[in-house]
């Protein structure tokens, strides 16, 4: 059999060690690129969130001021407002017949006291603004619908008794000129009584309820009275 020498790849006399040490510093060389621009991208994500935070403290500082004028002078006008109102609600209750003051008072509410605190409410651009508006004309709004009710009430119940000393007067002219009459003007009298005291309900408090009822059995009363007068001019 032939004697076949084996190849082998080496050139006599040359050293291949500096060409792998050479490899090896190119690989550390790129790995230190690597690390470099990791390290570089750290540094500019920190320092934009650095930034990022700074600015976002200083819009916070701007609404947190923004917010504390906007206090300062909505408190002045909310003041002055309340003022406005509270005049206007007093002239229309004291200039207004008791008998249609509820829907006076309704109209008012609704046009005038709740277009003023929808206008004082733009006025809050800020979070802590709005927030301090929404507090100041929820408390302006349930105050002036008690105002308006309780003034209703009172004039209400005013407006009834007054109605009971016209009816007391008719029943006793009438009892005194027909004494056969007298049964139908003390039912007359109860019935104009609780039909003003149903009627009116929701605006009449206990009280006052129980006094129209104490009118109407003085006017019974009087009526009574009337009657035996005429009855004895017979």
Known sequence: MPNIPQYKNRIDGLDTRPIMRAADASADTARATVSTYNLLGRQVADAAGAIGGAVTDWQEERDRVKATEEISQGSAVGAA??????????????????????????????????????????????????????????????????????ATSTAKGSALRQNMVTLANQSSVAAREDPTSLNLQLHLIDTTTEGMISSNAKWLTPDQVAALRADAQRTRGEVVKAAGVGMAQI
């Open 81 to 150: 407002l309340n003022a406005t109102l509270a005049q206007e609600m007093n002239e229309l209750v004291n200039t207004t017949d008791p008998n249609i003051l509820p829907q006076k008072v309704q109209e008012f509410y609704a046009n005038r006291v709740e277009t003023a605190l929808g206008d004082f409410t733009t006025k809050f651009s800020t979070k802590q603004g709005q927030e301090y508006a929404t507090q100041i004309t929820t408390r302006m709004r349930q105050h002036f619908f008690e105002v308006g009710a309780g």
